[in-house]
Nanobody
Framework: EVHLVESGGGSVQAGGSLILSCEAS????????LGWFRQVSGKKREGIAA???????SYAVSVEGRFTISKHHTKIRWFLQMDSLKPEDTAMYYC?????????????????WGQGTQVTVSA
C-alpha cells in the first residue's frame, strides 16, 4: 500500500554536502509528520530531523545548524540537506512518515519507513 523510496546517499569528504530525498506513494493521510533517522551498527536509531504537514520543523542537537529538512508543498516528498558533513555523520539514513501531526524523534511512533540509504563521510 504505502511505499517510501529514498535516494541521495553516497560518499563525501568531511566538510562536503549531500541531499537526501524521500517520496511516498499510496499515502492516504492528510495529517502527518515526516522524519529522517540514522543508524550505525551496534547503536540505536537516532532521530535527526522532523517536519509536519504545515512545515513546522525540529532537529537533533547533533545536526542542528548543519542539516535542513524540507518538503514538497503538494506531493509527499521530503528532503534532508546535509552540509558541513563530519565523519561521525556516517550512517545508514532512513526516511519515515506517520499519520499524526505532532513532530517526533521516536522510531516506534512512525508507521512507514524507507529502505535506507548509506552516507559515508571520510576524514
Amino acid at each position: 500500500e504505502v511505499h517510501l523510496v529514498e535516494s541521495g546517499g553516497g560518499s563525501v569528504q568531511a566538510g562536503g554536502s549531500l541531499i537526501l530525498s524521500c517520496e511516498a506513494s499510496g499515502f492516504p493521510h492528510t495529517a502527518y509528520s515526516l522524519g529522517w533517522f540514522r543508524q550505525v551498527s551496534g547503536k540505536k536509531r537516532e532521530g535527526i530531523a522532523a517536519i509536519d504537514r504545515d512545515g513546522l520543523t525540529s532537529y537533533a542537537v547533533s545536526v542542528e545548524g548543519r542539516f535542513t529538512i524540507s518538503k514538497h508543498h503538494t506531493k509527499i516528498r521530503w528532503f534532508l540537506q546535509m552540509d558541513s558533513l563530519k565523519p561521525e555523520d556516517t550512517a545508514m539514513y532512513y526516511c519515515a512518515a506517520r499519520s499524526w501531526l505532532r513532530l517526533s524523534f521516536l522510531p516506534y511512533e512512525y508507521e512507514y519507513w524507507g529502505q535506507g540509504t548509506q552516507v559515508t563521510v571520510s576524514a
